[in-house]
């Protein structure tokens, strides 16, 4: 008698949280390598070598310092919580500091092919030296991140802002206020998204044991999300004043990226406001969780704008043509 055939197992189908997941990320990955070039058409600007490249870089740049500072802010806000649970969600704060090592060091690369420099020489550059004291920068963080001791890796993160801050500001007008205004910017911008990156994750662990911690743990973060928020405001605004002549607003890749911006930054302020009110008049916070995420989703484009900005030329000398 010949033996029944064994069914072949099923084969398992990626999950559509999976497939959602992968399916952002490659869309974010088009939008880096083609938002400068895109944002820049029928402008009349010189064309920015290795544009794509540069905002893809620059993105994951800013996310890594933005994971790494907010996992030291969510750290702090939830350390004298009452009745917190001990859990606490894996670290993500080391390996965010390798890849925004690996970030800087690519736009050496970078920067050294498209001036037809040896590396070496590229360290010897304004912007080659700053690159590389953010490369070193994160590697510290990085070790201090699993050390016994991650509260000093804000040391180090402070000394990528304000790498970051100098080199966004090579012009020669006012480069000292672009810089103070950067700092106050870039540290601001990191705390929101990746304290709020490290808030929903502690909430989700926190949901069964310590619901009510997770509570508390949304409403603090939320109470410093107001005062980021105040920030950002006054220093972007100072900064587009600063930077954007009125009559290229339009007609300039860094004018029309800034719009983008503000467009996102509204969507995220509408969702931000929601989930406030939200966690204020309901005693569970799932349904706070979940306008948090759409607002995190939000922020995620927000950074990927950023650093389009950060590659799209100066509009002044648009402005005085």
Not at 243 to 260: E, I, K, N, Q
Request: net charge positive; hydrophobic share 55%; with cysteine.
């Amino acid at each position: 008698m010949l033996p029944s055939r064994v069914p072949a197992p099923a084969r398992r189908r990626p999950s559509p949280a999976v497939l959602g997941t992968a399916g952002a990320c490659l869309v974010a990955v088009a939008a880096a390598l083609l938002g400068a070039t895109a944002a820049g058409r029928g402008t009349g600007e010189l064309r920015i070598p290795g544009a794509g490249t540069a905002t893809l870089l620059r993105t994951v740049l800013f996310a890594a310092l933005a994971v790494h500072l907010g996992a030291l802010a969510t750290t702090a806000l939830s350390r004298t919580l009452p009745g917190r649970p001990e859990s606490a969600p894996r670290g993500w704060a080391a390996a965010a500091s390798v890849a925004g090592a690996l970030a800087a060091a690519g736009q050496i690369v970078r920067l050294a092919r498209v001036s037809d420099l040896g590396l070496v020489e590229t360290y010897g550059t304004r912007e080659g030296g700053l690159l590389l004291l953010t490369a070193n920068g994160f590697a510290l963080a990085a070790c201090c991140a699993v050390s016994r001791r991650p509260a000093l890796a804000a040391a180090p993160l402070a000394l990528v802002v304000g790498a970051e801050a100098l080199r966004a500001h090579p012009e020669a007008y006012s480069p000292a206020l672009g810089t103070a205004l950067t700092v106050v910017h870039l540290t601001a911008a990191s705390l929101w998204c990746g304290g709020l990156l490290h808030v929903l994750r502690t909430m989700r662990l926190w949901r069964r044991t310590g619901p009510r911690a997770a509570r508390a743990l949304l409403g603090r973060y939320a109470r410093l999300a107001g005062w980021l928020y105040a920030a950002l405001a006054v220093t972007g605004t100072c900064s587009a004043l600063r930077r954007l002549p009125p009559d290229v607003v339009l007609t300039s890749a860094y004018g029309r990226t800034l719009l983008a911006k503000l467009v996102l930054v509204a969507v995220v302020s509408a969702l931000a406001l929601g989930a406030r009110r939200r966690l204020a008049s309901d005693a569970d916070p799932t349904a706070a969780h979940r306008r948090a995420r759409r607002e995190l989703v939000a922020l995620a484009a927000v950074v990927l704008v950023s650093a389009v900005l950060t590659v799209v030329p100066d509009p002044h000398w648009l402005s005085t043509r």
